[in-house]
């Protein structure tokens, strides 16, 4: 009994290790780059071949909105507007998988400079931005992302 439970929990730890090739680890970088470039273009143009129908967006100001086609509107909006022009670039990227089909990625952007509407001029500004990517139908998507802005201590 104790050596089919032995045998049981490896087999689990394998095939849960296993899951996870460097394959899926690039294809999650992709996803994440993939928004970037969206990003630094402005229109999101791309959005529908990196994301879930259901994405998630919590921009810094706390505010949340659900759908992508919801999601795909106030980004651009605002990179129309408040961000146009403006690009980010990964400082640091954290991929972990929590589950065979689930990445959380924790990545530090750089924001180019920008001014808001109020007059105050953004620079040298840092986003942490949590991302969790899925795998669904064997292709990985942005299911869910948080941005925060890093406050100088």
């Given amino acids: 009994m104790k050596m089919l439970l032995l045998f049981s ?3 689990l730890i ?3 290790a296993g899951a996870q090739s460097l394959s899926d680890k690039e294809e999650v970088k992709n996803v994440i780059v ?11 143009r791309n959005a529908h071949s990196y994301s ?16 992508r086609e919801e999601v795909l509107m106030e980004v651009q909006e605002v990179h129309q507007r ?10 640091r990227m954290d991929i972990r998988f929590v589950a065979p089909t689930v990445a959380v990625a924790v990545v530090i952007h750089l924001i180019s400079p920008f001014e808001l509407p109020i ?18 139908n064997d292709k990985w998507l942005l299911a869910h992302d ?3 802005v890093v406050q100088d201590n």
Avoid: C, S
Wanted: no cysteine; aromatic share 10%; proline share 2%.
């Fill in 9 to 11: 929990v490896l087999n």
């Fill in 14 to 16: 394998f095939n849960f």
């Fill in 34 to 44: 993939a928004f970037q470039d969206d990003f630094n273009e402005g229109a999101f």
């Fill in 52 to 67: 879930t129908v259901d994405w998630v967006h919590i921009n810094p100001g706390g505010g949340i909105t659900k759908g």
């Fill in 82 to 91: 408040i961000l146009k022009g403006v690009t980010m670039t990964i400082d």
């Fill in 119 to 136: 007059g105050v001029l953004n620079e040298n500004q840092r986003n942490t931005k949590t991302y969790i990517i899925v795998k669904q």
């Fill in 146 to 148: 948080h941005n925060t």
